[in-house]
């Protein structure tokens, strides 16, 4: 489902970004991760409903942003979100990170303390546990994609994100995209994604929650304590009924979640 909200392209060095924005009150940056980036979410609009919502596509999702070549490794690729912040004119903003967003945030937590209110991660990437490794989303071929993204595949939350293609065209659209989103992604998280983070999550002094899908097969929820114990006032919560989608999937929860620590 795609819900009206304002747009403009912000420079950020060379490149002219897409930021997507909505609401009013304090900032809140949304870092999505590798599915779903696509499209203004209803989780999105529930927040709007409290908060000022920027939601940037990230470098090499698109077109229009910088792509992958442009960016060598994690430091570059949270030097880049500074630089965004600034070109949004955005100081110590809450920032919402999924996935490879998650990291991304965490990133910045741990490189600039006091860069970032508070941080909320959901099913964040950044560690690896070798008994619990998560399924290889990179193997999953495009028609078991639901399943893996989501605890009810047959959803309409599902469906708004890996919809049907009704043509040739459309299929062709969706693999490109698929094929660009993994590039990006594989070029910062594969073939694990442990590049550091765990060594820096203690230098993190933002009030710190991370949000788990109960039924999440990529980032298992058993992941979430490996976060907290290691960043300083962190907690954690589980949403059930919810796969790696968690905030499409489960929406309205997600965003009661993340209104009520935001607001403590």
Known sequence: MVIQHNGQAVKVGDAQIEVASKGSGEPLVYLHGAF???AWHP????????????????????????????????LDLTLYHFDLLDALGLQSPNV?????????????????????????MAAPAGIWLDDAPGVDYFAVPMNELPGVLFAN?????????LPEPKDDLERGTQIIERARSLATVGKFLWPIPDKGLKKRMSRITAPTLVVMGEQDKIVPASYA?????????ASAQTIPNAGHML???????FADIVAAFLKE
């Open 36 to 38: 779903g980036y696509n």
């Open 153 to 161: 595949p047959d959803s309409e939350a599902a469906a708004s994100v």
């Open 96 to 120: 919402v990170g999924h996935f490879l967003g998650g990291m991304i945030a965490a990133e910045m937590a741990a490189l600039r303390p006091g860069s970032i209110r508070k941080l909320i």
């Open 225 to 233: 304590s490996q976060f907290t114990t290691r960043i300083p006032n």
């Open 43 to 74: 989780f999105l609009d529930a927040l709007a409903e409290n908060f000022t919502v920027y939601a940037p596509v990230q470098p090499g999702f698109t077109d229009s942003a910088p792509g992958p070549d442009d960016i060598d490794d994690m």
């Open 247 to 253: 905030m499409i999937e489960q929406a309205d929860q």
